[in-house]
């Protein structure tokens, strides 16, 4: 027989679990936290590293376009300065297609050089933005993550001693049934519940009469059909068990299968019995009506003897 103690212990070792439990969901879930900051870094680093590429792309275009620049420039002045040399109209008009094109090529790569270093000093400014975030995103995540150990470190020593506990419990139970009660737990945070009035606390079932006699009987450790919750018996209180059937009286599932196929017999009982009756009635109706016909007959055959007799 399933003694008081073994169900005092389950309930201890079901507050045990439930703690257990919410640890290792906490200990699964803490991290995620990070995942997001540590996602946002990556990004900023992502960013920064894109950019910077871009950066370094302008600076060496704008190099590129200083180097062009000069060139343009020095071609520039050889020609002014070779204008005052010449001797002919020709090298007078190829000096002075030299110093246009000059002008021209300076006058555009000085176009381009300030645009480039427009776009070069706004990346420069992005690049420090992003530094400084990355930086602040870093210190963040490093803290975070101290601070998770710390909690993790909590979490365990908690575990631990809960683990103790544990093992202190579980050895004096059967294991099969440790291990069916962990599973529940693990679903519903309540593994062993009462049977009030035949009706399981848990998942507010009814329950059917003999295996609620079962459970109240104690022989072994019993498990809600429904629910699947460990189940033990538990007297309800008066007021309470006004609000339910008195299963005792009410019998099993297949006492009410009875009783309705009971019910049914006698409505159609009831109706052939009525069916019967107005039978009847209509039977008498029509004697009666066929006796007032005759009457009428015989009134009519007095009537015609008297007017021969006066005749």
Known sequence: MVTT??????????DILVQKYELDE???????????QEELLARLKKEFIEKNTTYESIKDN????????EE?????ESGEKGMDNITTHREYE????????????????RKDLQ???KSQEELKETLNGLED??????????????????KLSEFNSQKEKLDKEEKKISPNLDQETVFKFQRIIQRNSEGIVAVKNGVCTGCHMILPAQFANTVHVGDEI?????????LFYEEAEEDAQENYYNFNEAGSLVDMDDFEDEEDYDIEDEKENEEEMNYEEDDEDEDSDSDSISDDDDISDDEEMESEDEE
Request: hydrophobic share 35%.
């Open 222 to 230: 019993q498990f809600c059909p429904y629910c699947s919750r460990i």
């Open 133 to 150: 975030m990355i930086k602040t995103q870093e210190d963040d995540l490093a803290a975070s993550k101290e601070a998770l150990n710390k």
């Open 26 to 36: 906490k200990i699964k879930e803490e991290p995620k936290q990070l995942d997001v």
């Open 5 to 14: 103690d073994t169900f005092d212990k389950l309930k201890k070792l079901q």
């Open 115 to 117: 645009k480039q270093e």
């Open 62 to 69: 704008v190099l590129k376009i200083k180097f062009d620049l």
């Open 94 to 109: 190829a000096l002075e297609k030299q110093i246009l094109e000059a002008t021209d090529k300076e006058n555009e790569l």
């Open 72 to 76: 343009a420039i020095k071609s520039r």
